[in-house]
């Protein structure tokens, strides 16, 4: 994935929206036309069933539009073009789609400047009611949020990490905004939200076995800092990590095909690592960061551009501690 083809989507999202729109005008004139302003009065359950059909579909494409758009604006302005698209954006429409019959209780005629449709109020962005997106955190600010997060879930006072309210899982139906990737293992033990005292919403997590930079891993990471616009990855070991053990210690043709290849990346990056007084699993944490980094352009164009900072970190299963490496 890159920003050309990001942009590509988006492109093709804004030119469906604008289909639909300029459908749905075509449909409100022909009524109109047919049916006289006289029409404007009751409306039929199916054109009711008809019209939140058509509604729905054109809030389904605005709010992927707008999803991606999101991460576009966290990066600095680097699409102005795309940006003053959604500005010109039309708010939703109130009127039918294509085939249904004309009814609806239109505005009265001098309230707007069409006899059939007007621009109601401006569409709320996602996430935020009216106001603007919260900017993305900094890497600084969101390292900050998992440290305050880990020490409570170490004293065993986590709060955040609970089910949504109904309110806020409508939010989350709307759309998602994390501010951190997490590459952690799959171990049982280490379930990242928890560990870090995040609800949902919060973090963008990929577990593989050994936090091993994985095709598929490089490819969450890379949505999660591309399309999502976080600003900090996480890769999380932990003490006592399987995987890890494995790379050490299994006899060859112990392992099936497909774990063999997994442990085989743990092993050649332990292999590259220097050891320098670090232990295995801060080893290993390290040389799959670096792996991110290296496999993908995407992050390590982030990552050089200072939009992004990745930290190896690891877990102390007894204490429950998160130590991010570098301190
Ligand atoms: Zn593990």
């Given at each position: 994935m890159n920003y050309d083809r990001m942009r590509q989507e988006e492109q093709a999202l804004w030119r469906e929206i604008q289909s639909l729109m300029r459908r749905a005008d075509e449909v409100d004139a022909e009524e109109d036309e047919l049916y006289?302003?006289?029409?404007?009065g009751d409306e039929l359950p199916e054109d009711l069933r008809c019209r939140q059909d058509r509604l729905a579909k054109i809030r389904e494409a605005k709010a992927r539009l707008e999803a991606r758009q999101k991460s576009e604006n966290s990066d600095?302005?680097?699409?102005p073009g795309l940006q003053s698209e959604v500005r010109r954006e039309r708010p939703a429409r109130t009127g039918l789609g294509p085939r249904c019959r004309p009814t609806g209780r239109r505005?009265?005629?001098?309230?707007?400047?069409?006899?059939l449709w007007r621009p109601a109020a401006p569409t709320p962005r996602l996430g935020s009611g009216s106001a603007p997106p919260p900017p993305m955190l900094e890497p600084a600010e969101a390292l900050d949020r998992l440290r305050q997060g880990n020490a409570r879930f170490a004293a065993g006072e986590v709060r955040a990490c609970r089910p949504p309210t109904p309110e806020e899982r409508a939010e989350l139906a709307r759309g998602q905004s994390p501010w951190a990737v997490v590459l952690g293992c799959s171990d049982s033990r280490v379930p990242v939200e928890l560990v870090f005292d995040q609800g949902p919403g919060s973090l963008f997590v990929v577990r593989v076995a050994g936090n091993a930079a994985t095709p598929g891993a490089v490819g969450s990471a890379e949505f999660g800092?591309?399309?999502?616009?976080?600003?900090l990855l996480v890769v999380l070991g932990h003490e006592g990590c399987g995987a890890v053990r494995a790379a050490l210690e299994a006899e060859p043709g112990s392992l099936t095909p497909h774990l063999e290849d997994l442990v085989e990346g743990v092993r050649q990056g332990l292999r590259r690592e220097p050891e320098g007084g670090a232990g295995p699993v801060l080893r290993n944490a390290r040389a799959q960061a670096a792996q991110l980094l290296e496999q993908s352009a995407l992050l390590r164009e982030a990552s050089e551009a200072g939009r992004l900072r990745v930290v190896a970190a690891v877990k102390d299963l007894e204490s429950g501690r998160v130590a991010f490496d570098g301190g």
């Open positions: 006289g302003p006289d029409s404007r600095a302005g680097n699409h505005p009265p005629s001098d309230s707007g400047p069409g006899p800092v591309g399309s999502l616009g976080c600003r």
